[in-house]
């Protein structure tokens, strides 16, 4: 399994912008699939985006269509999340998962798991 490691979470305003970044080790980067989740409080744990090891195709939740962008540097080992006009809804630990699936966006498609990222916005 890969390890992975979020940062650049943090306290914005509503309207604002944080990036968020996994870096990956332990495994071939470039042959998963690597996605971003999030969790509020009392909510369960949901897809936020994805892009897939195959041509690096990205996909979204359509809550964050037009928000937020998913991208991945496969020299590096990382995949970041670059979220604009922040909403308060957005709040959540964000987390980052590896797949050897193509598209995965269920829970269970994941292999391993960051620690989590808290992002805070305020209104």
């Known amino acids: 399994q890969v390890q992975l490691v979020e940062s650049g979470g943090g306290l914005v305003q509503a309207g604002g912008s944080l990036r968020l970044s996994c870096a990956a080790s332990?495994?071939?980067?470039?042959?998963?699939?690597m996605g971003w989740f999030r969790q509020a409080p009392g909510k369960e744990r949901e897809f936020v985006a994805g892009?897939?090891?195959?041509?690096?195709?990205?996909y979204y939740a359509d809550f964050v269509k037009g928000r937020f962008t998913i991208s991945r540097d496969n020299a590096k080992n990382t995949v970041s999340l670059q979220m604009n006009s922040l909403k308060p809804e957005d709040t959540a630990v964000y987390y980052c998962?590896?797949?050897?699936?193509?598209?995965?966006?269920?829970?269970?498609?994941?292999?391993?798991w960051g620690q989590g990222t808290q992002v805070t916005i305020s209104s």
């Open positions: 998962a590896a797949s050897a699936l193509s598209m995965g966006k269920t829970l269970s498609n994941f292999d391993s």
């Open positions: 892009t897939s090891w195959i041509g690096g195709h990205t």
């Open positions: 332990g495994g071939t980067f470039r042959r998963y699939t």
